[in-house]
């Protein structure tokens, strides 16, 4: 079965606003998570990552944080802008993921409105 | 450094033909993991090289198979190619064990007719 996915495939936000993409994990013994972004026709960009010692971690314009206990990681883009339109992945080596690579979420469509 | 690069950009195939995919690495990077996305599928591990050694591997067929050479630079074949093996074929690479950051290229698309 799936070890990580995405709560929701699309996620239409204002040019502006803040956007929050959500993700779970099945395992708890997952300790390193990777969000990436795929614009279209282009290979998946990676973003931020986080390990599991840490519950937050900022970048430029994203914030990933980590809540081990109910195993949901999300990923907070500030300011949205129409560059930010793309499909967004969380992305872990989860453990019994059913592959030793990197097992990805279904991702999330970022929709940007004027 | 240039960034990882995948050639062709673009294939098209009948069905029981066989396709080499090609891929070259961040300079430096030693590692080269190859991943297919397709719609309903999402992005899925096919496998990882590591200093020419099939390090991971996924739940594929034996049709996919890979290599990598002593310059890091890694190949990815498909035999006797199925309209099911449509898809964008990605490649990775990173500098080490697997909890570093995997860096893609642009992708192949291949399609199968």
């Known amino acids: 079965g799936e070890s990580v996915g995405l709560h929701l495939p699309t996620l239409s936000v204002q040019e502006g606003d803040n956007s929050i993409i959500n993700c779970a994990y099945s395992n708890s013994a997952s300790d390193y998570f990777i969000w990436y972004k795929q614009e279209s026709g282009k290979g998946p960009q990676f973003i931020i990552d986080?390990?599991?010692?840490?519950d937050k971690r900022q970048g430029q314009r994203v914030t990933v944080l980590l809540n081990k206990t109910v195993k949901h990681l999300s990923l907070q883009i500030a300011a949205t802008q129409p560059g930010d339109s793309a499909v967004y992945f969380c992305?872990?080596?989860?453990?019994?993921?059913?592959?030793?690579?990197?097992?990805f979420g279904k991702g999330t469509h970022l929709i940007i409105q004027p | 450094k240039a960034g990882v690069t995948q050639t062709p950009r673009y294939l098209i195939k009948t069905r029981g033909q066989q396709v080499t995919l090609s891929c070259s690495p961040i300079?430096?990077?030693?590692?080269v993991s190859w991943y297919q996305q397709t719609p309903g599928q999402g992005l899925q591990f096919l496998f990882e090289y590591f200093s020419e050694t099939q390090r991971n591997k996924g739940n594929f067929p034996g049709r996919f198979s890979g290599r990598q050479f002593s310059n890091s630079r890694s190949e990815m074949n498909v035999s006797t190619l199925e309209l099911g093996d449509s898809a964008l074929y990605l490649c990775?690479?990173?500098?080490?064990?697997?909890?570093?950051?995997?860096?893609f290229g642009p992708g192949t698309r291949l399609t199968v007719l």
């Open positions: 992305a872990c080596p989860c453990p019994g993921g059913g592959a030793d690579g990197l097992t």
């Open positions: 986080i390990r599991s010692n840490m």
């Open positions: 300079s430096g990077h030693r590692s």
């Open positions: 990775a690479s990173m500098d080490a064990g697997l909890t570093d950051t995997q860096y």
